[in-house]
């Protein structure tokens, strides 16, 4: 009996400990309307308001060919993505889904691709930001083995 209330405590304590990870968080303020904010899956942005922006950037962007097999050539799937963007930013509604487009045609993992959300503070609910140093989104990082070895700040410099 002794065991089992001792069981109990601990798994009750252990539970109490494991953070719970909350994903495709949304909210609707007053000033801006709806965001994004956290974790998100790629099927948010298949829902309004953000549906009729990312649908539009994805489908006019023409995809450069030659850079394209230049990723492929480079093992881009061998490789950890995080994307920050603010869905209420302009530079993050034309560029994640161009970045999405790219993904796809390599056909990059998304168990290998982060996407966080963050406020007009550039604020995550969890702090995301902080460890990545964000000032500005969208914001890609790219991981190799949990090392960053590169990053994209608002706009690429070329392409």
Request: hydrophobic letters at 35%; charged letters at 30%.
């Amino acid at each position: 009996m002794k065991k089992t209330i001792t069981l109990i405590i601990l798994g009750m304590a252990l539970n109490s400990c494991a953070q719970k990870v909350i994903i495709n968080r949304e909210v609707d303020t007053p000033e801006y309307g709806k965001m994004l904010l956290g974790s998100q899956s790629l099927d948010q942005f298949q829902k309004e308001p953000y549906k009729a922006w990312y649908d539009e950037n994805h489908t006019i962007y023409p995809i450069d060919k030659t850079a394209l097999e230049g990723l492929k050539k480079e093992k881009i799937n061998s490789y950890n993505i995080i994307v920050f963007l603010g869905t209420w930013c302009g530079d993050s509604k034309r560029n994640f889904p161009r970045l999405m487009k790219i993904l796809e045609e390599t056909k990059f993992p998304e168990s290998k691709l982060q996407i966080i959300g963050v406020n007009r503070q550039k604020q995550a609910p969890d702090g995301e930001e902080v460890k990545y140093n964000i000032t500005h989104v969208p914001t890609i990082i790219v991981e190799k083995y949990g090392k960053e070895i590169g990053r994209i700040t608002e706009e690429p410099e070329t392409g």
